[in-house]
Nanobody, 119 residues
Framework: QVQLVESGGDLVQPGGSLRLSCAASRSIFSSYDMGWFRQAPGKQRELVATITSGGNTNYANSVKGRFTISRDNAKNAVYLQMNSLKPEDTAVYYC?????????????WGQGTQVTVST
């Protein structure tokens, strides 16, 4: 079992920046692909960014050039640096850990952290 705890969500003005953090409970963190997802009210959860265990990154088109995902395996942590925030970025942001090992898939979610972009 992997426990994920997000932090860093806040109320920020348009154009501002936030850095989200996700701390994982287990030292095998480095073998997991990690991701950030978000869910706005009345909408489905959507992928924001992912980073593989090897460090390859992928971003949703809506955040490319504004958001950066990174990981620190020594600290069992993944981060999402969000710049030039827009009101449409308002959502609950969730951290995800995913690993396929043999025939088994291990997938875990954090509890979410609220990001509100508003004047």
């Amino acid at each position: 079992q992997v426990q994920l705890v997000e932090s860093g969500g806040d109320l920020v003005q348009p154009g501002g920046s936030l850095r989200l953090s996700c701390a994982a409970s287990r030292s095998i963190f480095s073998s997991y692909d990690m991701g950030w997802f978000r869910q706005a009210p009345g909408k489905q959860r959507e992928l924001v960014a992912t980073i593989t265990s090897g460090g390859n990154t992928n971003y949703a088109n809506s955040v490319k050039g504004r958001f950066t995902i990174s990981r620190d395996n020594a600290k069992n942590a993944v981060y999402l640096q969000m710049n030039s925030l827009k009101p449409e970025d308002t959502a609950v942001y969730y951290c995800n850990a995913d690993r396929i090992y043999g025939r088994s898939r291990y997938n875990y979610w954090g509890q979410g952290t609220q990001v509100t972009v508003s004047t």
